[in-house]
């Protein structure tokens, strides 16, 4: 089944020219998601295999630092993700706005199976106050070892907000079938 973006995003009201203005990367669904446990509201949540088996042993290395750092979010669905602008359209967000904060479909890390939203018990969940904690800051010294970097960073080129808390594993191919 081929999903036509170029209707999702007209009828969620995105610009015709996101894709050119954000420099976001397509995202495809992949096809090897594994569990990773439940994030911090009890809901499953999964990765592709090579960023489960990262996340797993980069969680485990802070713990034995003394650090916990724990899952909001990881993999979204393409209809989850429609399903998220939609909601913040109903509560009368403007899609300019939205669109710093939330990937349009087809363009969200999380989609790719790579991205995580961390956070750790002394933070609010994606708040940019999470850049002031024990994670955050053990994540900047360590998470390259376990090829997971910050990819909103200040001043991005991707018109995307800072977010401390977005994390992404190494990009990787899609899974061939």
């Not at 594994?34 to 713990?63: C, E, H, N």
């Not at 669109?99 to 790579?114: D, F, I, K, N």
């Not at 002031?132 to 200040?154: C, G, H, K, P």
Request: net charge negative; with cysteine; charged share 20%.
């Amino acid at each position: 089944m081929d999903i036509d973006l170029s209707a999702i995003h007209q009828s969620l009201g995105i610009p015709p020219d996101y894709i050119d203005t954000t420099l976001l990367t397509a995202q495809s669904t992949p096809t090897d998601l594994v569990s990773i446990g439940v994030d911090v509201y009890g809901r499953p949540q999964r990765l592709r295999q090579p960023a489960a088996r990262a996340w797993t042993a980069m969680q485990q290395q802070a713990f034995l630092a003394g650090v916990e750092i724990q899952v909001v979010s990881a993999y979204r669905s393409l209809e989850y993700q429609v399903e998220l602008i939609q909601r913040l359209l109903e509560q009368g967000q403007e899609i300019h706005d939205i669109l710093t904060r939330v990937a349009a479909p087809g363009y969200s890390e999380h989609q790719s199976g790579c991205a995580l939203d961390l956070t750790t018990p002394s933070s609010a969940d994606c708040e940019e106050e999470f850049e002031n904690t024990d994670a955050f800051r053990w994540l900047q010294q360590s998470a390259a070892e376990f090829e997971f970097y910050l990819s909103y960073s200040r001043d991005n080129p991707y018109g995307v907000i800072y977010e401390p808390w977005h994390w992404c594993y190494k990009v990787l191919e899609p899974e061939v079938e």
